[in-house]
């Protein structure tokens, strides 16, 4: 099927043959075949790399220039949602306008009706009908990319939702794309929608397993190792000298540095002059992206600089997105990754290594890791654009065991996908949000979940119908709803607590705080630190004893210690101590080595606290304790920048940050009127030239 034979523009058939896409491959011709131009709702359940975005290009430019309706295409994380915005944004071209919305939970964003095509995670679009947006109703296409994480237990449920909901407020056809997963024909029958099933992979995969000596593959030529190293050294060594690349996959961070740390030693033999400089760098950048480069920051450089790299949670954006573009450009040969690579970004390489088939489960030990994750690893071997074929390699410790990773992995189906929206935080998140926006009675609420994937999963809501009257009674004592016989409605609150995407046990937490408490800065972190949101430090063995010592001295209500919550309690106590030290203008460096919070975890979690202390700020202030606001926004702002109180009128310049604001205070300008009566030239000396009159034009001087 040629493209100039398609239902489509004439102006998106150029665009598409100007890509050099001339002919549909399998699974493309079969979506068109089933109707996607026709605009019938489909799931397109195919391998990594199949060509899945272009039957979604499709789509999204045949609804928004013909049907003249928006288009919005969720994705599971920000990274996803960054990259297609940069791959979709040459729309532009053809008079499509795109744009992208992944933070601010408390927002209807209205801006977003003045565009054609809206990216967002599933996160943001939740968020976004909390507050019913207007341009909701124009909305013709939903995509939903990687529709099998609704089997994620931390993100699925919240998809589920959003997908029933949008089914239920908009007129849309439904695009749901997968990776092969064994029951994709009951999503399908869920959504109401054709099944596309393929095969098809334009890179053939070769899957195979190394028993330590040897490599055996299912469809090709068993591959003999020569050395002494460990299995995933000589083949990454090998891949480097055929001139090609590799991702090997680990369990944990602490391997995955260490695995590029052993590769770089092979990598740094194969770099060309031009890619040395490039690597030089791209290393000094990754210093740079912190204020104090921590232990694991100069690791990263090191390796970097080595032509290998580690990406991983505890790397900031910014030095993932420097080994990401490195990589893309074949300057970086090899990167050692946690799975979270896997279901992130597209990175190819001609072959993949994954290391570690067990992983860690707290509370239940190490077990293998589910088939579906493998495959999603799997599929990253073989670049389209460079190979006609790639390598996925287990690793096994043993003879025995590569029998048993080729039974596990290589010959069995993924496991199915089930609904995880039965788990009581999430129902209880959800509940809320529905009565908020307009349900209101226990018939109609019993209905919309009846719609679910869950009920049709499972044949009806019985299973949760009881937690869902528990819920409801819980919302009626925290004064959330108004629950009169079989009608309800959100209070005041309530409805806030909706908007503002928190849990309700969490708003409640913090309301009770609020109320009849001073809060000072250390025990508004603590506030913020104790919440289902935030993911508390990990405590060692000697974390209790020095924490609980400070819990004494500072005179604070504990848990006893055989209290079931008394290990949460001394996590987020960790927690708040950490924020409180970045307050004090620790450096990122120290926070590592006292606390082993990485760059990436510190700003993930100084991320989730501002919004819980604006969302803290926002209940303030209906409870009418506009006093405590100011202490709020004080916190919000010290954690923001990590400075101390001194320091926040000079951090409210445009250009000044911790380390600027701090060499300003010792050099004894500590005002804003200081600042302003202070020459040109003394600031250049503190400052440089450059900021120094940037901060001047900031005054109003010219």
Avoid at 59 to 77: D, Q, S, T
Avoid at 89 to 118: P, T
Avoid at 352 to 380: F, K, N, S, T
Avoid at 432 to 450: V, Y
């Amino acid at each position: 099927m040629r493209v100039g034979d398609l239902d489509l523009p004439d102006s998106v058939k150029a665009y598409l043959r100007g890509l050099g896409i001339n002919e549909l491959n399998p699974p493309q011709r079969k979506a068109v075949e089933k109707g996607l131009l026709d605009f019938k709702s489909m799931v397109v359940s195919s391998p990594t790399a199949s060509g899945k975005t272009l039957i979604a290009e499709m789509a999204i430019l045949k609804n928004i220039l013909e049907r003249r309706k928006k288009a919005i295409y969720i994705v599971p994380l920000r990274a996803l949602a960054y990259e297609k915005y940069e791959d979709f944004s040459n729309y532009e071209k053809l008079g499509v306008k795109v744009a992208m919305s992944v933070g601010d939970y408390d927002s209807a964003d209205g801006w977003l009706g003045k565009y054609d095509l809206i990216i967002v995670t599933s996160e943001k679009m939740d968020s976004l009908l909390r507050h019913n947006p207007t341009w909701i109703r124009d909305v013709g296409l939903v995509v939903v990319d990687e529709i099998h994480l609704m089997n994620d237990e931390s993100r699925g449920p919240t998809l589920e939702v959003v997908l029933t909901r949008l089914r239920e407020e908009t007129d849309s056809q439904i695009l749901g794309l997968s990776a092969t997963i064994s029951n994709s024909r009951e999503i399908a029958e869920w959504l109401g929608a054709e099944l596309v099933e393929s095969d098809y992979r334009p890179v053939k995969l070769y899957e195979g397993v190394c028993d330590g000596r040897e490599v055996h593959f299912l469809e090709k030529e068993n591959l003999l190792l020569n050395g002494s190293e460990r299995s995933e050294l000589l083949l990454a060594e090998l891949t480097i000298k055929e001139g090609k690349q590799a991702l090997v996959f680990a369990s944990s961070r602490r391997n995955a540095e260490s695995i590029a740390e052993r590769i770089g030693i092979f990598t740094s033999h194969f770099i060309s002059e031009g890619d040395l400089k490039g690597l030089e760098e791209i290393s000094r950048k990754v210093l740079e992206s912190t204020s104090h480069p921590t232990k694991q920051c100069r690791k990263l450089a090191e390796c970097i600089k080595m032509g290998s790299a580690f990406h991983h949670a505890g790397l900031t954006n910014t030095q993932r997105s420097l080994v990401e573009k490195a990589f893309r450009k074949n300057i970086i040969k090899v990167i050692a990754a946690t799975p979270t690579l896997a279901a992130g970004v597209n990175l190819p390489a001609y072959r993949v290594l994954i290391r570690d088939a067990m992983r860690y489960y707290p509370g239940y030990g190490m077990h293998y890791i589910p088939v579906l994750e493998y495959q999603q690893m799997a599929g990253r071997a073989g670049r389209p654009k460079y190979d006609k074929e790639g390598e996925a390699i287990l690793i096994a410790n043993s003879p025995r065991q590569a029998e048993e990773l080729a039974r596990r992995f290589i010959e069995r189906d993924s496991e199915e996908i089930t609904s995880k929206l039965s788990l009581e935080p999430v129902l209880r998140m959800h509940t809320l949000s529905l009565i908020a926006t307009g349900i209101s009675s226990e018939d109609s609420l019993m209905r919309f979940f009846s719609k679910t994937f869950f009920a049709h999963q499972f044949g009806d809501v019985d299973v949760i119908e009881e937690r869902i009257f528990r819920i409801l009674k819980d919302l009626e004592a925290q004064k959330f709803i108004i629950w009169t016989g079989r009608e309800m409605m959100p209070t005041r609150i309530g409805k806030r607590v909706a908007e503002l995407y928190l849990d309700p046990d969490t708003a409640y937490h913090i309301i009770q705080r609020l109320r009849g408490w001073n809060p000072d800065h250390f025990g508004l972190l603590l506030m913020v630190s104790n919440t289902r949101e935030m993911r508390p430090l990990r405590l060692s063995r000697l974390d209790f004893k020095r924490i609980e010592e400070e819990v004494r001295r500072r005179g604070i209500s504990a848990p006893e210690p055989w209290e079931l919550d008394y290990d949460t309690f001394i996590s987020a106590f960790k927690t708040a101590l950490m924020f409180e030290e970045w307050c004090d203008e620790r450096g990122e460096d120290y926070l590592l080595e006292k606390y082993n919070v990485s760059p990436g975890g510190l700003y993930t979690r100084k991320e989730i606290a501002d919004w819980l202390l604006y969302s803290a700020q926002e209940l303030a202030i209906l409870l009418g304790e506009h006093e405590k606001v100011k202490a709020i926004r004080r916190t919000r702002t010290r954690l923001s920048y990590g400075v101390r109180e001194e320091l926040l009128p000079l951090v409210a310049l445009k250009g000044i940050g911790r380390v600027r604001a701090r060499k300003l205070y010792d050099a004894g300008f500590r005002t804003i009127a200081s600042l302003r009566n202070a020459p040109l030239k003394r600031l250049s000396e503190i400052l440089g030239e450059n900021i120094a009159r940037n901060v001047k034009e900031q005054l109003g001087e010219k």
